[in-house]
């Protein structure tokens, strides 16, 4: 017990700093990119990074639980509890992971993620969140543009002001005259992409593995504390053993105590 007790602390605190980690690092992401939910089709792909986040969510009251398990080993509510959110926080980081997958499919093809910004763009004339979601992602990724800065000439008479590195003010902003960035948005689309889910998808694995390493120690101690239960009840209950001797003199027979058979004493009858 004390070897597993050692195993879960250490665990609690791997849980609780990479917990922190994986959720804090993962929901900012998601607040910094959410330009993408508009300006592509990828929006379900990162919205399912929210199984990330509820995955660490859950690894904090397992931290506190693989605390409190060592000190109460005859708490089976206890330890039933901590492995069923093990099991939880590993069944949504396993989703999260799933769903990564396919995201990861979606931006190997550049092509595709090409024609959904296109298409997105043509809507900027009309739709305030595009034209905003465009022009926070020019000014983040310092460029202009899908391909190149000429895109913008195919559905507007103007160069955005995000290519000049600034915000839209009033119902269409002022156009930009001196274009800051002139290189386009799919390459450092994709490049941000790939660390992200890089980045996420190690995090979330090494997650995996502390957790499998929490569940096994865990289970390791609810059947060691059981057995040493079981012992200790047998223990307990067993009563002595009580044999008459019979000797030849026909006296009261003593009664010997015994706690085995082993301890029967080697009487032979009388000549």
């Given at each position: 017990?004390?070897?597993?007790?050692?195993?879960?602390?250490?665990?609690?605190?791997?849980?609780?700093?990479?917990?922190?980690?994986?959720?804090?690092?993962?929901?900012?992401?998601?607040?910094?990119?959410?330009?993408?939910?508009?300006?592509?089709?990828?929006?379900?792909?990162?919205?399912?990074?929210?199984?990330?986040?509820?995955?660490?969510?859950?690894c904090?009251?397992?931290?506190?639980?693989?605390?409190?398990?060592?000190?109460?080993?005859?708490?089976?509510?206890?330890?039933?509890?901590?492995?069923?959110?093990?099991?939880?926080?590993?069944?949504?980081?396993?989703?999260?992971?799933?769903?990564?997958?396919?995201?990861?499919?979606?931006?190997?093809?550049?092509?595709?993620?090409?024609?959904?910004?296109?298409?997105?763009?043509?809507?900027?004339?009309?739709?305030?969140a595009?034209?905003?979601?465009?022009?926070?992602m020019q000014?983040?990724?310092?460029?202009?543009?899908?391909?190149?800065?000429?895109?913008?000439?195919?559905?507007?008479?103007?160069?955005?002001?995000?290519?000049?590195?600034?915000?839209?003010?009033?119902?269409?902003?002022?156009?930009?005259?001196?274009?800051?960035?002139?290189?386009?948005?799919?390459?450092?689309?994709?490049?941000?992409?790939?660390?992200?889910?890089?980045?996420?998808?190690?995090?979330?694995?090494?997650?995996?593995?502390?957790?499998?390493?929490?569940?096994?120690?865990?289970a390791?101690?609810?059947?060691?504390?059981?057995?040493?239960?079981?012992?200790?009840?047998?223990?307990?209950?067993?009563?002595?053993?009580?044999i008459?001797?019979?000797?030849?003199?026909?006296?009261?027979?003593?009664?010997?105590?015994?706690?085995?058979?082993?301890?029967?004493?080697?009487?032979?009858?009388?000549?």
């Open positions: 017990m004390k070897s597993s007790g050692l195993v879960l602390f250490i665990c609690a605190g791997l849980l609780l700093s990479g917990g922190a980690i994986l959720g804090g690092s993962t929901a900012w992401s998601l607040l910094r990119m959410s330009y993408y939910f508009w300006t592509s089709d990828l929006g379900v792909e990162l919205g399912s990074s929210v199984l990330f986040i509820a995955g660490s969510l859950l904090l009251p397992t931290c506190w639980l693989s605390t409190l398990v060592p000190y109460q080993p005859k708490k089976i509510s206890f330890m039933a509890t901590l492995m069923m959110l093990i099991t939880v926080s590993m069944l949504m980081l396993s989703l999260g992971l799933v769903s990564f997958a396919g995201l990861s499919r979606s931006i190997r093809d550049s092509n595709a993620l090409n024609a959904s910004m296109l298409r997105a763009m043509s809507h900027e004339a009309y739709d305030p595009v034209r905003n979601s465009f022009g926070a000014i983040e990724l310092k460029c202009c543009g899908v391909n190149s800065i000429s895109d913008w000439y195919q559905y507007r008479g103007s160069i955005p002001p995000g290519c000049c590195g600034r915000i839209s003010n009033g119902k269409r902003g002022g156009p930009c005259e001196v274009p800051r960035f002139s290189n386009g948005c799919l390459r450092p689309a994709l490049a941000e992409l790939r660390n992200y889910i890089n980045a996420v998808s190690i995090l979330a694995s090494s997650m995996i593995m502390v957790l499998a390493v929490t569940l096994f120690t865990a390791y101690s609810l059947v060691i504390g059981d057995v040493d239960r079981k012992e200790l009840r047998s223990l307990k209950t067993s009563q002595p053993l009580r008459a001797c019979l000797t030849g003199v026909h006296t009261a027979s003593p009664l010997v105590s015994l706690t085995s058979p082993a301890a029967i004493p080697n009487i032979s009858p009388p000549m």
